[in-house]
């Protein structure tokens, strides 16, 4: 498929940052289709994270472009951004611990859409029937009255992916979701996010080789800020580039 033939959602061409002189993302291109779960592997320091940073305008870039969809996101701030359509997870979760699942996902649910005043009652029940949508897919269906603080680390990273995906992002970008969780948890993160790319576009940075291969639609193998790889798993995980930088040999 030619590059000119698709729609890409996002389209990272040249992207570079220099920090003090050091090239963290030296020159970095690559193209996100729709309802593709990306993967990010490399080595610690290989600029992953920095990566997600220049997309959602946290870092700004020293080169490139990055368009989501026919908006260039590199002179846009990072409210822009989010309002755009790009969602971003850090690593560590960060729910209101107070407040219960239902809470938690309420106060994410995008405001300022829609009409109030008379229509008040309609939006009330536009925002419940989301939020048990939303519930449902993230596992937490039976714990919307929960407090937050009460859940399971992974179920903690579910409601953040719930808070994410409430607000409809075409881009959704998770650092490491399933750092610290339970082989149980790692295999139904696995089905959330096969479940969530039915309507969007994923990228994720992961380290753990089972969870990638269970997600991946492909994978891009960065070592220092440049592409050393990519393709779907199988392929890059024979490429002897990619077995020398993390094997040595
Ligand atoms: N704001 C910054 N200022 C200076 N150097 C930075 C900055 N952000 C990142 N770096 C450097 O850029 C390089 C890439 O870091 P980055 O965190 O993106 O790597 P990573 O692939 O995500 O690594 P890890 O797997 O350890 O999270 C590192 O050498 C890091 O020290």
């Given at each position: 498929?030619?590059?000119?033939?698709?729609?890409?959602?996002?389209s990272?061409?040249?992207?570079?940052?220099?920090?003090?002189?050091?090239?963290?993302?030296?020159?970095?291109?690559?193209?996100?289709?729709p309802n593709?779960?990306?993967?990010?592997?490399?080595?610690?320091?290989?600029?992953?994270?920095?990566?997600?940073?220049?997309?959602?305008?946290?870092?700004?870039?020293?080169?490139?472009?990055?368009?989501?969809?026919?908006?260039e996101?590199?002179?846009?701030?990072?409210?822009?951004?989010?309002?755009?359509?790009?969602?971003?997870?850090?690593?560590?979760?960060?729910?209101?611990?107070?407040?219960?699942?239902?809470?938690?996902?309420?106060?994410?649910?995008?405001?300022?859409?829609?009409?109030?005043?008379?229509?008040?009652?309609?939006?009330?029940?536009?925002?419940?029937?989301?939020?048990?949508?939303?519930?449902?897919?993230?596992?937490?269906?039976?714990?919307?009255?929960?407090?937050?603080?009460?859940?399971?680390?992974?179920?903690?990273?579910?409601?953040?992916?719930?808070?994410?995906?409430?607000?409809?992002?075409?881009?959704?970008?998770?650092?490491?979701?399933?750092?610290?969780?339970?082989?149980?948890?790692?295999?139904?993160?696995?089905e959330?996010?096969?479940?969530?790319?039915?309507?969007?576009?994923?990228?994720?940075?992961?380290?753990?080789?089972?969870?990638?291969?269970?997600?991946?639609?492909?994978?891009?193998?960065?070592?220092?800020?440049?592409?050393?790889?990519?393709?779907?798993?199988?392929?890059?995980?024979?490429?002897?580039?990619?077995?020398?930088?993390?094997?040595?040999?």
């Amino acid at each position: 498929m030619s590059i000119h033939q698709t729609s890409f959602v996002l389209s990272v061409e040249d992207l570079t940052v220099s920090f003090d002189g050091f090239k963290a993302v030296d020159g970095l291109t690559f193209y996100v289709e729709p309802n593709e779960c990306r993967v990010m592997i490399g080595p610690n320091g290989a600029g992953k994270t920095t990566v997600l940073d220049l997309i959602c305008g946290r870092t700004r870039a020293t080169g490139g472009s990055v368009r989501f969809k026919d908006q260039e996101l590199l002179t846009m701030r990072e409210d822009q951004i989010v309002l755009a359509g790009v969602g971003r997870k850090f690593q560590t979760p960060s729910v209101y611990e107070d407040l219960s699942v239902f809470e938690n996902l309420e106060l994410s649910f995008p405001r300022g859409h829609g009409v109030f005043g008379s229509l008040f009652f309609r939006r009330d029940a536009e925002v419940k029937d989301r939020i048990q949508e939303i519930a449902e897919t993230i596992f937490l269906a039976d714990l919307l009255d929960e407090k937050a603080a009460f859940l399971s680390h992974g179920q903690k990273q579910w409601l953040e992916i719930g808070m994410l995906l409430i607000q409809d992002p075409e881009l959704l970008m998770l650092d490491e979701p399933v750092a610290g969780m339970s082989v149980a948890e790692r295999k139904k993160t696995a089905e959330l996010l096969n479940r969530i790319i039915d309507h969007r576009s994923v990228i994720v940075i992961e380290h753990d080789m089972g969870f990638v291969e269970d997600i991946a639609t492909r994978v891009t193998v960065l070592h220092q800020g440049k592409t050393l790889s990519e393709g779907k798993m199988d392929k890059v995980k024979n490429d002897p580039k990619v077995i020398e930088v993390y094997l040595g040999h």
